[in-house]
């Protein structure tokens, strides 16, 4: 059973220009959550979707940010017009239910130049 | 706000048993203690959870005392690979998710 599965795992984006991050669940999970890990920082919880459903965005940036989880496919995980301070590791988690535990991918790491 | 306070750092000899506390003083009753890890920088591994019994799993046991304020994380044999930051973690689940307040954990390191 392969974890979960999280693409590019590195990532190099010029000032202004739009980051897609992707992340494919564990198989059964039908619940995602994203979380940032800014360079020297704990990791914050960003938003929580269940399929084609967001359910907690309370920790993302108002601006720029946006997430999706369709039907079909891996969550989507948006940055529109990246600023420098966007460089940070990204990790996705996924559980079967809202109970249960999450299980983390290996991150992308996000570089603006 | 993380809901846990934890040493920033700890030691322990390779082979020893490594113990991690946790104050959760503030803890209800339908919050669970969670414990991960995160080894340089890779994506946080989980652990344990409990609620108020006493867990143990292959990679470690889980102390909860009796009025839960309060949690120990053994790590029964430490071995170099687990040099590692620590999270203790209280988690709610409610409708609208289970999400994970992270502190700044406890880095541990196994020396030789």
């Known amino acids: 059973n392969a974890g979960v599965m999280q693409n590019p795992r590195h990532l190099v984006r010029r000032r202004g220009q739009e980051a897609r991050l992707r992340c494919s669940p564990m198989?059964?999970?039908?619940?995602v959550y994203w979380y940032r890990q800014l360079p020297e920082e704990g990791l914050k919880f960003m938003v929580y979707?269940?399929?084609?459903?967001?359910?907690?965005e309370s920790g993302m940036p108002k601006e720029r940010f946006s997430a999706e989880f369709p039907k079909e496919g891996p969550s989507i995980l948006r940055i529109q017009q990246v600023v420098r301070g966007d460089s940070a590791a990204y990790f996705c988690?996924?559980?079967?239910?809202?109970?249960?535990?999450?299980?983390f991918g290996p991150g992308t790491r996000l570089l603006v130049l | 706000d993380a809901k846990t306070t934890q040493p920033p750092s700890m030691d322990c000899a390779e082979g020893r048993a490594a113990n991690l506390p946790c104050n959760h003083s503030?803890?209800?009753?339908?919050?669970?203690v969670y414990w991960y890890r995160q080894i340089h920088s890779q994506g946080p591994q989980y652990i344990i959870h409990g609620l108020k019994n006493n867990e143990t799993n292959e990679m470690a046991s889980l102390i909860i005392t009796e009025d839960r304020k309060s949690s120990t994380l053994i790590l029964p044999h430490a071995t170099l690979r687990d040099t590692a930051v620590y999270y203790c973690i209280v988690r709610v689940v409610s409708n609208q998710g289970g999400k994970l307040i992270f502190g700044q954990g406890t880095e541990l390191s196994v020396k030789p």
């Open positions: 988690a996924s559980s079967p239910t809202t109970q249960e535990t999450q299980y």
């Open positions: 503030t803890i209800s009753g339908n919050e669970y």
């Open positions: 198989k059964g999970h039908s619940h």
């Open positions: 979707l269940q399929k084609e459903n967001i359910i907690d």
